[in-house]
């Protein structure tokens, strides 16, 4: 049931991310697990969680420039997660913007994210926001 984030051969497993099993997650509103929650085409917390993995995954190998496609098997929604500019220094930090593409059936949107490396040398996503449109 748990996903498994493939990215250029190396795989991430995200069972850690869902600990929850399925009957013991509480329904407090009237959207469905694994719904898009908004209908201005944001994406869901469970479809960021595989696109903050790969951003990681993609900074940690040092790919560059070059885009790396991500996807949510559970919910269909993907993108691809591209590299900006160079490592800067943020404090003791060193950090890097990306940007995420997001489909998911009709809904588009692109987000703007930061992850930095942290001392033990693991990327984090710091950030990850929706661009606004227009």
Same mark, same amino acid.
């Given at each position: 049931?748990?996903?498994?984030?493939?990215? %250029?051969?190396?795989?991430?497993?995200?069972?850690?991310?869902?600990?929850?099993?399925?009957?013991?997650?509480?329904?407090?509103?009237?959207?469905?697990?694994?719904?898009?929650?908004?209908?201005? %085409?944001?994406?869901?917390?469970?479809?960021?969680?595989?696109?903050?993995?790969?951003?990681?995954?993609?900074?940690?190998?040092?790919? %560059?420039?070059?885009?790396?496609?991500?996807?949510?098997?559970?919910?269909?929604? %993907?993108?691809?997660?591209?590299?900006?500019?160079?490592?800067?220094?943020?404090?003791?930090?060193?950090?890097?913007?990306?940007?995420?593409?997001?489909?998911?059936?009709?809904?588009?949107?692109?987000?703007?994210?930061?992850?930095?490396?942290?001392?033990?040398?693991?990327?984090?996503?710091?950030?990850?926001?929706?661009?606004?449109?227009?």
């Amino acid at each position: 049931m748990f996903g498994v984030v493939a990215a %250029g051969g190396c795989s991430l497993p995200l069972d850690s991310m869902f600990e929850k099993a399925d009957a013991q997650v509480e329904q407090t509103g009237s959207v469905t697990p694994g719904a898009n929650l908004s209908q201005t %085409g944001a994406p869901s917390e469970a479809d960021l969680a595989y696109a903050r993995a790969v951003a990681a995954e993609a900074l940690a190998r040092g790919s %560059g420039d070059s885009s790396i496609p991500w996807e949510n098997p559970q919910t269909g929604a %993907g993108g691809n997660i591209t590299p900006l500019a160079a490592a800067y220094a943020e404090g003791a930090l060193f950090c890097r913007d990306f940007l995420a593409s997001y489909v998911r059936g009709q809904s588009q949107a692109w987000l703007k994210g930061e992850a930095c490396r942290t001392e033990r040398g693991v990327w984090e996503v710091k950030s990850l926001k929706q661009l606004k449109q227009g």
